[in-house]
């Protein structure tokens, strides 16, 4: 069964430092679907990347960018200079294409607080 | 604008009482979606459906019920069953995902709905 795993529960910076939040998952699909997702205090998660399991390019969008490596399993998430509209939960997901179910299955967050 | 709202954002209820969470789509998605959200656990799927009038079972559907008779709605009961209902519920659509990309299907979201036992 697939599994994702945010092994970081909470992190704390200072503003403009960078952060990595880490993800790993399992599957047993070869073809899948990786999300990160971003809730803030308001409580709806924003959709932020999502990556199919052929495209191990690093994706780069303004201070985020986000690193896949098959080899590892893992699709973690890097914030460049962050700062304090940083601060959120933030979730990595899975969703595979040849089982029966069609819906993400998510980590456990990680909390970000970015301090000015 | 188009988008999901799930009423009511705060819900209280007595133990052995049943409550309806509502979620409402103008987005014109076939797929719908409940997941339950407890602190340091993420988001668990209860229910989803594909198409109106057809739903399956997600991992903690126990204590819990839905219908989808409109392609816009997909209320969730939560029984007095579930044995604890405490927490963060959250409600997401999708679209049709392009052909070939089955499972490629970006979930939108609700802004939630809190419910507390009393």
């Known amino acids: 069964a697939q599994k994702v795993t945010q092994a970081q529960t909470e992190i704390s910076v200072v503003e403009k430092e960078d952060v990595t939040l880490d993800c790993v998952y399992e599957?047993?699909?070869?073809?899948?679907?990786l999300f990160w997702y971003k809730q803030p205090p308001s409580g709806e998660l924003v959709f932020l990347i999502r990556?199919?399991?052929?495209?191990?390019q690093n994706e780069i969008s303004g201070r985020y960018s986000w690193n896949f490596q098959k080899s590892t399993s893992s699709f973690n998430f890097t914030i460049t200079a962050s700062q304090v509209v940083d601060s959120a939960v933030y979730f990595c997901?899975?969703?595979?294409?040849?089982?029966?179910?069609?819906?993400?299955?998510f980590g456990s967050g990680t909390r970000l607080q970015v301090q000015p | 604008d188009g988008g999901i709202t799930q009423s009511p954002k705060y819900l209280f209820r007595k133990e052995g009482q049943n409550v309806t969470l509502s979620c409402e789509q103008n987005?014109?998605?076939?797929?719908m979606y409940w997941y339950r959200q407890d602190p340091g656990q993420g988001l668990r799927l209860i229910y989803y459906?594909?198409?109106?009038?057809?739903?399956q079972k997600g991992d903690i559907a126990e204590g819990y019920s839905v219908s989808r008779e409109k392609k816009e709605s997909f209320p969730l009961t939560v029984t007095s069953a579930q044995k604890n209902p405490t927490a963060f519920y959250l409600c997401?659509?999708?679209?049709?995902?392009?052909?070939?990309?089955?499972?490629?299907?970006?979930?939108?979201f609700g802004a939630g709905s809190r419910l507390t036992v009393l």
């Open positions: 997401a659509s999708s679209g049709q995902a392009p052909k070939g990309e089955s499972g490629a299907n970006v979930l939108t």
């Open positions: 599957t047993r699909d070869t073809t899948y679907y």
């Open positions: 990556r199919n399991s052929f495209d191990e």
């Open positions: 997901a899975l969703s595979e294409v040849y089982t029966g179910r069609r819906a993400l299955t």
């Open positions: 987005l014109n998605h076939d797929a």
């Open positions: 459906s594909q198409i109106v009038n057809d739903f």
